[in-house]
């Protein structure tokens, strides 16, 4: 089953401090990971897309990185600020029939 | 670009009333789809169509219907409802399903049936 796991369930760090959330997934055949930024009563924002041959995707404070061996991305968040408080969540897409799972999310709460 | 449009907002409904969830985009997209949101779950996919006149079951489609008449609407219908379908619910679009396609979503509607 395909499945997408993703860890801490939230987490809470002080301003300008930095932070790595984590996704392991199961998803086969693999096409695409997804990381996305979900503010509160909002829908969620795309933030980077990783394709099986690409290690690491930046976009400003936001970088990805791949293992698609271990299958298994972080999403790292460098001097983080308030607005970067939000539930990430992590989407593979797999290659038959365009299929995506979603994983739960993780909670992140930025204080200052 | 207005994006991804939904209405409404927020919605109170009882057991058994039906209703429609409107989604509008303005971009040209071909795919569109509904995902829903539980407290700790991932998105699940409703229902999505690949373009006007075509549709097809997601994950989770018993007890909602979906058409696709022209390349912007695609609303969700809610045939019976039950507190089971209470939830949050998003409307997403994209120029096509490849790799490198972005997936939009909108605001999100937030449906309570009692």
């Known amino acids: 089953k ?3 796991e993703q860890s801490p369930q939230s987490l809470i760090i002080l301003e300008g401090k930095n932070c790595t959330l984590q996704c392991n997934y ?5 096409s695409n990971l997804r990381w996305y930024k979900q503010d509160t009563g909002r829908g969620p924002v795309s933030l980077t897309i990783m394709t099986f041959s690409e290690n690491t995707k930046s976009n400003g404070r936001y970088t990805a990185t791949l293992d698609a061996d271990t299958k298994q991305s972080s999403l790292h968040i ?3 600020q308030l607005s970067d408080s939000a539930s990430y969540i992590c989407v593979v897409k797999n290659t038959n029939a365009g299929k995506s799972t ?3 999310g993780t909670t992140l709460t930025v204080k200052p | 670009n207005a994006g991804v449009t939904q209405t409404p907002k927020f919605q109170v409904l009882k057991t ?3 209703m429609t969830l409107q989604c509008a985009q303005d971009m040209n997209h071909e795919y569109m789809s509904w995902y829903r949101q539980d407290p700790g779950m991932g998105l699940r996919l409703i229902h999505y169509s690949v373009g006007a006149g075509i549709t097809d ?3 989770v489609p018993n007890g909602y219907n979906v058409s696709r008449s022209t390349t ?3 609303p969700l219908r809610l045939l019976s ?3 089971s379908q209470t939830s949050v619910y998003f409307c997403a679009s994209s120029y096509g399903t490849g790799v490198t396609y972005e997936q939009y979503f909108g605001p999100g509607t937030r449906l309570t049936v009692t």
Do not use: H, K, L
């Open chain 1, 26 to 30: 199961t998803v086969s055949p693999f």
């Open chain 1, 78 to 80: 460098t001097a983080s």
């Open chain 2, 16 to 18: 058994g009333q039906s």
């Open chain 1, 2 to 4: 395909n499945q997408v």
């Open chain 2, 57 to 59: 079951q997601g994950e």
């Open chain 2, 81 to 83: 409802a039950a507190p």
């Open chain 2, 72 to 74: 912007e609407d695609f």
């Open chain 1, 102 to 104: 979603f994983g739960d």
